[in-house]
Structures are given as structure tokens and as C-alpha cells.
């Protein structure tokens, strides 16, 4: 059984930051390839924020250039998206995701937690 739990988000005024986390619960028998952060605001689709190899490899969307920075922490299965200089159109639900790899590659999302960015 996977389970991906994030924590972190909250309100916050425009200029602001945030630091989300994201801890994945997996056995000893699976290793976790690509890990991300997606967000999904009302009426739209869900987008990428960034995501990170096991490797350090970060790749971001255009917007969060700059603003958001994403880290993981292979020892603890974790991964984190530190957002400074928050805009009211950050306002989302935040989506951790994890690929894990047992046999083969299963993609697990974690429940979301609300960012709310205020002007």
C-alpha cells in the first residue's frame, strides 16, 4: 500500500510564503522514481508546478520560475515546494506525485491541500 500525505498549505497574503511537504509511505520493496507537485484552481485543469528525479533534477513550469523551488529527501521519501512571492493566482489545491517503481512504474497522487493567496 502507497500513500503520499501532504501538509503545509494554508492562507497567506500576496508577497508571502509557503512551504509544502509531501511524505510517501512505501515498503522496503519499491523505490520512488520522479516526484512532483501539480495544482488544479477552480474551473481549470490540473498543471504541473515541478517535479525532481532521485537525482536532484528539477524542472518547473514557466510561471513558478524563479518564485518555487522543489527539493526532495530520498532518505525520508519525501519531497517539499518551498513558494515565495505567492500571487492571488497561485490559489489552488496542491497535488503531491510520486512514481513508484515495482515492476513497474504506478503513478500515486496524494489527497491535495488547499493554497489560498490573498490580495
Known amino acids: 500500500q502507497v500513500q503520499l500525505v501532504e501538509s503545509g498549505g494554508g492562507w497567506v497574503q500576496a508577497g508571502g510564503s509557503l512551504r509544502l511537504s509531501c511524505a510517501a509511505s512505501v515498503s522496503a520493496a519499491v523505490s520512488i522514481n520522479l516526484m512532483g507537485w501539480y495544482r488544479q484552481a477552480p474551473g481549470k485543469e490540473r498543471e504541473l508546478v515541478a517535479e525532481?528525479?532521485?537525482?536532484?533534477?528539477?524542472t518547473y513550469a514557466d510561471s513558478m520560475k524563479g518564485r518555487f523551488t522543489i527539493s526532495r529527501d530520498n532518505a525520508r521519501n519525501a519531497v517539499y515546494l518551498q513558494m515565495n512571492s505567492l500571487k492571488p493566482e497561485d490559489t489552488a489545491v496542491y497535488y503531491c506525485?510520486?512514481?513508484?517503481?515495482?515492476?513497474?512504474?504506478?503513478?500515486?497522487w496524494g489527497q491535495g491541500t488547499q493554497v489560498t493567496v490573498s490580495s
Open positions: 525532481i528525479t532521485p537525482g536532484g533534477t528539477a
Open positions: 506525485n510520486a512514481d513508484i517503481i515495482h515492476h513497474v512504474t504506478i503513478e500515486f
